[in-house]
């Protein structure tokens, strides 16, 4: 079953404005991590955050994780064009075992 | 690097032939997984590894078989295609379960059953 949940499915916005994606989860994990799939290609790994980190930064891209809450944040700020991909999130569990389980996504456009 | 390279890019298959979607990696990465994405769904764990010799079953394993004889090979077998297994496949590596490093993906092999 999926673990996380990505909202919002789909968001389109315009090149230079913020994008937000919100992700949760049901169990306790070991870590959160961030993936960018472009059209047709692989998954990127973009970011990862710890159980025990609130909050991360790596250049544009700023992701927050409240264990409490069970959520987590992606924040891209001044979107470009070349943004536009799906965005998921994954999480480590703490089961012992190394697997990631993955939400649905969420598809950003940016327009020019 | 290469990083991993999955074999072939796009299979036809008809529904009972079985098939090998072949996965290398030259990280040296100890983790290695197969994931199954269709519309919708998200990615789902096939199957995974931890080292070689050493294998376990993900959230989707029925009618796939996983070996791993070498830390760098991860193939994955499709028994008896069947329509359903229509889908993109990923394999993707890590060291240390991923911890401070995240996953490197394949490009992903694209199986139409037929």
């Known amino acids: 079953s999926q673990q996380g949940e990505e909202d919002p499915q789909a968001l389109s916005i315009q090149e230079g404005e913020n994008a937000t994606m919100n992700c949760s989860y049901k169990t306790s994990i070991n870590n959160l991590q961030w993936y960018r799939q472009n059209s047709g290609r692989g998954l990127v790994h973009l970011i990862l955050i710890r159980s025990n980190e609130r909050e991360k930064h790596s250049g544009r891209l700023r992701v927050t994780l409240d264990t409490s809450k069970k959520s987590s944040s992606l924040l891209i700020t001044a979107s470009r064009a070349a943004d536009t991909a799906s965005y998921f999130c994954a999480t480590e569990g703490g089961a012992g075992y190394s697997t990631l389980t993955f939400g649905k996504g969420t598809m950003l456009l940016v327009s020019p | 690097n290469a990083g991993v390279t999955q074999t072939p890019k796009f299979q036809v298959l008809k529904t009972g032939q079985s098939m090998t979607l072949q996965c290398a990696q030259d990280?040296?990465?100890?983790?290695m997984s197969w994931y199954r994405q269709d519309p919708g769904m998200g990615l789902r764990l096939i199957h995974y590894?931890?080292?070689?010799?050493?294998?376990d079953q993900g959230e989707v394993p029925n009618g796939y078989n996983v070996s791993r004889s070498t830390t760098e090979d991860f193939p994955l077998r499709l028994l008896s295609a069947a329509p359903s297994q229509t889908s993109v496949y990923f394999c993707?590596?890590?060291?240390?379960?991923?911890?401070?490093?995240?996953?490197?993906f394949g490009s992903g092999t694209r199986l139409t059953v037929v």
């Open positions: 990280m040296n990465h100890e983790y």
């Open positions: 590894s931890v080292g070689a010799g050493i294998t």
């Open positions: 993707a590596s890590s060291s240390q379960g991923g911890f401070n490093y995240g996953y490197t």
